[in-house]
């Protein structure tokens, strides 16, 4: 989950960097480099947010947050990415719906699982 989140964080700078082409993003629904880059600066800071909170969840990164709260966020993180999937199964990109629609799901089941896990000792 840590590599494909990293990855996602990677992809996003480079559709900002322009690169990549934005119109493969947000579901080919973007008009114009302005609103691609407010859009993509949403993306950027939710998957560092979501990279922290798993981050804390695997103890790689110590910070005292209780395992209720990381739960808590990892749930809503699993109900984000499986909005997420969905978009991407609506999307008017042929890539986006192909690349990203698995992707999103996997991310879906992972966070699902590191909520739903108990801490270990």
């Known amino acids: 989950m840590l590599i494909t989140l990293s990855l ?3 992809f996003h700078l480079l559709v900002i960097a322009g690169i990549i082409p934005y119109g493969i993003v947000w579901g080919s629904r973007l008009n114009s480099r302005a609103e691609m880059l407010n859009f993509e600066a949403i993306s950027v800071c939710i998957n560092v947010v979501i990279l922290v909170i798993v ?3 695997a103890a ?6 209780p395992i209720t709260a990381l739960r808590v966020a990892l749930f809503l993180i ?3 990415f ?3 999937t969905i978009g991407n199964l609506l999307s ?3 890539f986006e719906r192909i690349a990203f629609t698995p992707v999103t799901l996997l991310l879906f089941v992972c966070s699902l699982r590191l909520a739903a896990v108990p801490e270990s000792k």
Not at 60 to 65: G, H, I, S
């Open 8 to 10: 996602f964080l990677v």
């Open 92 to 94: 008017g990109n042929l």
């Open 55 to 57: 981050l804390i969840r």
């Open 78 to 80: 699993a109900a984000l």
């Open 82 to 84: 499986l909005l997420n």
């Open 60 to 65: 790689l990164l110590r910070l005292p947050v």
